[in-house]
């Protein structure tokens, strides 16, 4: 199956936008293999961020969609057949007149993001899947407690 990455690159945090946000389709099926944080922040500063269930999508117009990395190349299938991830490089994700509205965390990052790092990889059957092509299937990363300068990267499968 085909496994591709999402970066994020000196992105300043915010707790009512995302980071990024996967969306599958009706028929389409990702596992997170791998979250990672790096702090980037000029001080001493405490982050808290979660990888979430997105409980309501998000209304107004719908932020820019990514095209992930394919780790393989020549792979056959397209991360579009399965799904839309939503992010940029650079910047939070805005979802215009609402922000999609997500469950408690399943994962969180906790460190000093003064240069802190944190990475999340999963045991076999601790990965965190998508499906269903809902706003229920959806996953979504954000902060939970500020707004520090961030890179990092999540690295998922298509199934």
């Given at each position: ?29 990702i596992r ?6 790096g ?121």
């Amino acid at each position: 199956m085909p496994v591709y990455n999402k970066t994020w690159l000196g992105v300043a945090l915010s707790t009512s936008n995302s980071t990024w946000e996967l969306v599958t389709t009706a028929t389409g099926e990702i596992r997170v293999l791998e979250h990672y944080y790096g702090g980037e922040a000029t001080s001493s500063t405490v982050l808290r961020t979660g990888i979430m269930r997105v409980n309501a999508q998000g209304t107004g117009t719908a932020p820019t969609a990514y095209t992930p990395n394919l780790f393989k190349s020549g792979a056959v299938k397209s991360v579009a057949a399965a799904s839309t991830v939503y992010g940029a490089n650079n910047a939070t994700i805005a979802w215009g007149t609402a922000q999609e509205t997500l469950f408690d965390p399943m994962v969180t990052h906790a460190f000093n993001a003064f240069g802190g790092t944190d990475r999340w990889v999963p045991q076999p059957g601790e990965e965190i899947y998508t499906n269903g092509g809902s706003a229920a299937g959806s996953i979504s990363s954000r902060s939970l407690s500020g707004t520090p300068i961030t890179s990092g990267h999540m690295i998922f499968e298509e199934l």
